[in-house]
């Protein structure tokens, strides 16, 4: 499932070799990927064509490619997304969903094995589409104000880990990231949030921060091979995980085996020394 850096990656390819274009023709192959237009694939293709790529913008995992008359097309990448630029003519990728054609001989092209992602268009939506608006900026963003995320944070009454998977709250932080952050820090999943000392909170923002700037550093594919797989299995997942997927490995900072729970229909990994469990509601 594709992670916030990604997602980054896709846009910086969208921004560097779209932006500019027109949109000469739409063409929608499975109608499943534009399923979150209401007003169905027809309308969709009617609305693309003849309008022009002004940039791309991204908040946590939510993509959306800026069209002139301030609209835009909201991308979904769901588990598989891929967006791939490609001349026009060049052998079609394996489950092709929709096709952009460009003004300069080429095509914007998505495609999505699992087709839980997709296209809509967004009416007025190229400064922040409004289905999306209720999503928390995420820590890489200029705008992301620490403070406001500290004091909201604080009036959860919740685990530490639950809180910074909502997306309303925070954007972008995947069950690695979040137990990635967590290990560096060092919190238990489970810590009340109300609880959290303010050194403990401005840790845990750093920590969110280096494991994003660093998987983006590391994400593998660039756009400039006119093929950007944001399936999120970049090197970085194989290289530098020291709690996640680590399960009975020694922890990398005191050597106790690293343990995995059961969370929220998927798994923490945390160490049992130096992320203890909290005790009683207060701790
Ligand atoms: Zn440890």
Not at 124 to 143: K, S, T, V, Y
Not at 144 to 170: M, Y
Not at 244 to 260: H, V
Request: aromatic fraction near 8%.
């Amino acid at each position: 499932m594709p992670e916030l850096p990604e997602v980054e990656v896709v846009r910086l390819g969208i921004q560097e070799h779209v932006v500019g274009r027109t949109i000469t023709q739409a063409v929608v192959h499975d109608v499943r990927s534009v399923r979150r237009h209401l007003p169905g694939a027809a309308d969709f293709t009617s609305r693309l064509a003849g309008r022009t790529v002004v940039g791309a913008a991204r908040r946590g995992k939510y993509l959306w490619i800026q069209l002139d008359h301030d609209d835009a097309i909201l991308c979904h990448l769901g588990m598989s997304g891929q967006f791939l630029v490609s001349d026009i003519g060049a052998p079609e990728p394996r489950h092709l969903r929709i096709a952009l054609t460009l003004d300069d001989g080429r095509e914007l092209r998505f495609a999505d094995q699992r087709i839980f992602g997709g296209m809509s268009f967004s009416e007025d939506g190229a400064e922040l589409p409004p289905e999306i608006a209720h999503i928390a900026r995420d820590p890489l963003d200029p705008l992301f104000d620490p403070a406001e995320f500290s004091a909201r944070l604080r009036k959860r009454e919740t685990g530490v880990k639950r809180a910074i998977l909502d997306q309303t709250l925070i954007s972008g932080v995947g069950n690695i990231y979040a137990d990635e952050s967590l290990w560096r820090t060092p919190l238990h999943y489970a810590r009340n949030t109300r609880h959290l000392r303010t050194r403990e909170v401005e840790g845990l923002l750093v920590h969110i921060g280096e494991v994003m700037l660093e998987a983006l550093a590391q994400g593998g594919t660039s756009f400039d091979a006119l093929y950007v797989n944001v399936n999120g299995n970049s090197g970085y997942f194989e290289r530098s995980l020291q709690a996640y997927g680590q399960e009975g490995k020694p922890c990398q900072r005191c050597g106790t085996p690293i343990r995995r729970d059961a969370f929220m229909n998927r798994s923490s990994y945390w160490c049992p020394t130096c992320q203890p469990r909290p005790r009683n509601g207060k701790f």
